[in-house]
């Protein structure tokens, strides 16, 4: 057996041979190839050298050993070791560890191909909860090669967000299933209405995407903005606001007519969201009781604040219906629905996956586990991944599927020498995100409005707990967002659309205030639900050459392009939206109540005429 790769620096393909011919039976090449590398690396483990690949098989005994059981003439061609073992093995192979360090070498030439052994233990939050699982990873080891085990599922789940963790818990139900997170299991507080802001800030279990600045939003921090993303198991549905909010039915179906797909039609995806709510809650147009599901494991239900009555009266003064958030969602102002199940947060993760964790058998969760590597066979089909666990390299095959959301345009790929084995262009294009815009500060008059709860004093605190703790109840228990309102913009109806609500107006009834001794306060925000703007995710290869490969926060460009080009229009929406805020903080009914909001407009946004 020889390793070359023809004339002194050139970049050819490297070729390992022995003796002569193609190989093309499968399981030959696993018998080889397997007790070669095993092999190899026992000689890596005991002396970490440059040696060639000839150089270690020289005296060897293996390959005289496979010759004379079943071989007369061998051939192995391959760029690389770890391309044999993709292309040849099909990856059923017990010594996993071996591809992830023959890959990650800087010059990819078998002569500087080394065992790289040391694990980094640098990941998340340092709690027990890391502690016990980066234990069970060594645990998982094996003893003879120090390596993981390759294993193999039905199906493998990358990524545990609400998504994943239906898919991978429905799937359970029949399949072998493997979920993986990067994060981990949800703190407690998580689980808590009132903690909902320092939970979604956490920078443990949250991603925090600084975007490009942009030229005509967030004038106010000169463009920058932070995108945030859940990181832990259930994802941003694990620390969100905890509101459940379908859609508008002409969503779905104008995703069928984009697609020129009937099953994405609200007729038969309504079904689904039946399939999975337990609704306990109050409605106000009984028209749409048939709308909700009420056996799913997701409970919904209706946030009834004091103030409810108030912002129905509104409705009727400014000529608004009162309608329901879900079901045939219209122009209405509605209460809030919530997934809050007795004070707790009810979730995709605490719903599909945590009950089944450690009693379903073939549902295995792996969390703090980064995914590094889709195995793709020659066929273009994905039948495992790579992934790292508190920065040991292991590996798992699917028989049947791998659910993952990736790829990406070929130069950025290239741009940053990963080879390309099928391009996906539409992959961090066509990117929207619903606008936000927030007015805080809204005065009122609390001794005539006493249905807004305030921050209690220490003892009365304390009092609050406890009564959270004993019956879900309470301050703690309660649902920071208060009722909403959806609204059809002058741009919706010139299209046509002008049953499809496209803004959607809250009300937060108890909001922190930004000055020390302002008395209690309320905030209003504006959310545009249909933009014009379509954005862009790029990765960044300077980063991913410099050796960020596993940092998405570094290597992720978002560019959201807001107002930008046909997207420009969406100012019009958005101030319609601010306009539709200042009738209903003007409105007699509020008027009753001492609410004003008497703060300037920032300098930034002084070309724009609102009437407030």
Avoid at 1 to 16: H, I, P, V, Y
Avoid at 229 to 251: A, C, E, I, Q, T
């Amino acid at each position: 057996m020889k390793a070359s790769n023809g004339d002194e620096g050139s970049d050819e393909q490297w070729q390992l041979t022995y003796k002569g011919t193609e190989i093309t039976n499968d399981n030959l090449a696993k018998q080889i190839l397997t007790r070669a590398t095993v092999e190899l690396v026992k000689v890596f483990k005991n002396k970490p050298t440059n040696a060639t690949v000839s150089g270690i098989f020289k005296g060897k005994g293996v390959l005289q050993d496979l010759e004379t059981e079943c071989l007369e003439e061998l051939n192995i061609t391959s760029s690389e070791w770890a391309i044999i073992f993709l292309k040849l093995l099909g990856q059923r192979f017990d010594t996993c560890g071996a591809l992830q360090l023959l890959c990650n070498l800087n010059d990819k030439r078998l002569e500087n191909y080394q065992l790289q052994i040391h694990a980094t233990f640098q990941i998340g939050p340092n709690n027990s909860d890391v502690k016990v699982d980066k234990v069970a990873t060594i645990n998982e080891l094996e003893n003879d090669l120090n390596l993981p085990r390759i294993k193999e599922y039905d199906f493998i789940v990358v990524g545990a967000g609400p998504t994943g963790c239906v898919v991978a818990g429905r799937l359970s139900e029949q399949f072998n299933v493997l979920l993986l997170e990067a994060g981990g299991e949800p703190t407690p507080a998580s689980q808590v209405p009132f903690y909902i802001l320092p939970t979604g800030f956490d920078p443990d279990t949250n991603y925090f995407w600084p975007v490009v600045p942009q030229r005509y939003a967030a004038l106010d921090n000169d463009g920058v903005i932070l995108s945030h993303l859940g990181k832990m198991l259930g994802g941003s549905d694990s620390h969100n606001d905890m509101v459940h909010n379908r859609g508008s039915p002409h969503d779905y179906d104008n995703f069928a007519r984009n697609l020129n797909y009937s099953s994405w039609s609200y007729a038969n995806v309504v079904q689904y969201f039946k399939k999975y709510e337990n609704f306990i809650g109050e409605l106000f147009t009984g028209e749409y009781e048939e709308n909700y599901g009420h056996d799913g494991p997701l409970t919904i239900d209706t946030d009834t604040p004091g103030i409810l009555p108030i912002w129905f009266d509104v409705a009727r003064e400014l000529g608004y219906k009162i309608g329901d958030p879900n079901g045939n969602q219209t122009e209405s102002f509605t209460p809030m629905a919530k997934a809050i199940n007795k004070g707790q947060r009810s979730s995709a993760y605490q719903s599909y996956i945590k009950p089944f964790k450690n009693t379903r058998q073939n549902l295995i969760v792996i969390p703090y586990s980064m995914a590094t590597q889709v195995l793709i066979d020659e066929n273009k089909n994905a039948y495992g991944v790579v992934y790292e666990r508190h920065g040991i390299p292991q590996m798992a095959h699917a028989s049947k599927e791998v659910f993952i959301s990736a790829g990406g345009y070929a130069d950025q790929l290239e741009a940053a020498e990963i080879p390309v084995k099928h391009e996906q262009p539409a992959v961090g294009d066509n990117l929207g995100e619903h606008l936000v815009f927030q007015i805080t500060n809204i005065q009122y008059n609390a001794s005539i409005l006493p249905f807004i709860p305030t921050m209690p004093q220490e003892k009365a605190f304390s009092e609050e707990l406890k009564r959270y703790q004993e019956t879900g109840e309470g301050l703690l228990g309660h649902l920071q967002e208060g009722p909403e309102a959806f609204l059809v913009s002058s741009r919706a109806k010139e299209d046509g659309q002008g049953d499809w609500p496209d803004i959607q107006m809250v009300l937060y009834p108890m909001c922190p205030a930004s000055d020390e001794g302002t008395g209690p306060v309320s905030c209003m925000f504006i959310y545009l639900g249909r933009t014009k703007m379509r954005g862009t995710i790029k990765l960044n290869a300077t980063e991913y050459k410099s050796g960020n490969q596993n940092n998405d926060v570094k290597l992720a460009i978002i560019d959201h392009a807001i107002f930008e080009g046909e997207a420009s229009t969406d100012m019009e929406v958005l101030l319609d939206g601010i306009e539709a805020l200042f009738k209903v903080i003007n409105s007699n009914t509020m008027q009753k109540y001492g609410m004003s909001y008497n703060e300037e407009p920032h300098p930034a946004c002084g070309a724009h005429n609102v009437q407030c």
